[in-house]
């Protein structure tokens, strides 16, 4: 069973900065694609940063150049680092993996989602 668990959420005034932290309880890089989603209230999930096996990474136009995707595969970590944070990015982000054939079974996995709130 795969699980995942955030962390590093918290209060940031506007212009601050945040270091969200993914650990997995298995490889990593037996995961295809994983990825870090957010959910503001009465808003649907959306994807923020993914990042392939090889490291490619992928970003929302709302945070391009501000937040950096990254990974550790020693130790089965990801990372967004967000930079010049904004009221709008207030929301619950949650880590995502993917994995499917050849690398596992086919699944995706979430975590329980950390909060991040950004004031004004």
């Known amino acids: 069973q795969v699980q995942l668990v955030e962390s590093g959420g918290g209060l940031v005034q506007a212009g601050g900065s945040l270091r969200l932290s993914c650990a997995a309880s298995?490889?990593?890089?037996?995961?295809?694609?994983m990825g870090w989603y957010r959910q503001a209230p009465g808003k649907q999930r959306e994807l923020v940063a993914g990042?392939?096996?090889?490291?490619?990474?992928n970003y929302a136009d709302s945070v391009k150049g501000r937040f950096t995707m990254s990974r550790d595969n020693g130790k089965n970590r990801i990372y967004l680092q967000m930079n010049n944070l904004k009221p709008e990015d207030t929301a619950v982000y949650y880590c995502h993996a993917h994995q499917t054939w050849p690398a596992g079974p086919p699944g995706d996995y979430w975590g329980q989602g950390t909060q991040v709130t950004v004031s004004s």
């Open positions: 990042i392939t096996q090889i490291g490619s990474t």
């Open positions: 298995v490889n990593i890089f037996s995961m295809n694609v």
